[in-house]
């Protein structure tokens, strides 16, 4: 179901076409309603943005995606999981499996409105979803994982602090605050073995051949760590994998070079693509400052 409020549609003139900014709101499977704005530029085609841990469609690369597949008059879709944004529901840590199936609603709805989802990409734990997604359904040709973590039980300490787990067992959660002392967010037992029993690996094992998956992560990434982007080249049958040198989790400094990457993929014509994994020669300018690693675009 959706509530579509044209009332708060904009429009923008670009290379002399009509772009529109929908928001729409989808409910997911829960009853929740899913917030998100649709960058319609006349094509069915349609991409699909999904964002990380307790970020939002309006942040980055999720805006920054959104603006070149405009550019290029290819439509995106960029939403807020439950939780999180301006979607209902309230946060939960971990959640893996439940915004998988908020990704399924949004597609669901989308298809409804004749649209062809041409890709799904993710960024963070957003990358995680699309290939969890990609494996369980099966119905999406492209994906694009973007800082993707292949170890999720590492990065919770940081997070969680020391005997994370002991401290969880014994009051059934752990509340987070940030540097300041101010509360953020809780984490119960039950959310945190949501994270620690989802199964990167055996998600990647599953995914079809047919699927094919790009992996781009930044070589400066404090969050997650560069070396676990090849695990996801080892695992995934039809796999590129992109380093970007110098970039941090969010490619704060090198959005444009991520979005390029990224929109390169996409238009890439599978039957055209080489067993090396190299990109067309036509597309080197897209790609500059990056790094090859395990295989490159």
Known sequence: MSETRRNQSRHERIDNSEIQHQRLVIENS??????????DTGSIETVVICHGF????????????????ERAMISSFRFDFAGNGESQGSFQYGNY?????DLRSVLQHLRGENREISAIIGHSKGGNVVLLYAAKYKDVQTVVNISGRFFLERGIEGRLGKDYFKRIKENGFIDVSNRKG???YRVTEESLMDRLTTNAHEACLSIHENCRVLTVHGSNDRIVHVTEASEFA?????????????ADHEFTSHQHQ???????????????????????TSNQDSIRSVVPFTSRI
Do not use: Q, W, Y
């Open 234 to 246: 080892k695992h995934i049958k039809n796999h590129k994998l992109c380093l970007i040198e110098g």
């Open 97 to 101: 499996r439940r915004e998988v199936e």
């Open 258 to 280: 991520l979005a390029s990457i990224v929109l390169s993929f996409f238009k890439l014509d599978p039957k055209k693509d080489d067993e090396s994994g190299d990109i067309s």
């Open 30 to 39: 829960h009853g929740e309603k899913l917030v998100g704005v649709l960058h």
């Open 54 to 69: 307790r970020s939002s469609k309006d942040r980055i690369p999720m805006l920054t995606i959104a603006s070149f597949f």
């Open 182 to 184: 101010k509360f953020e």
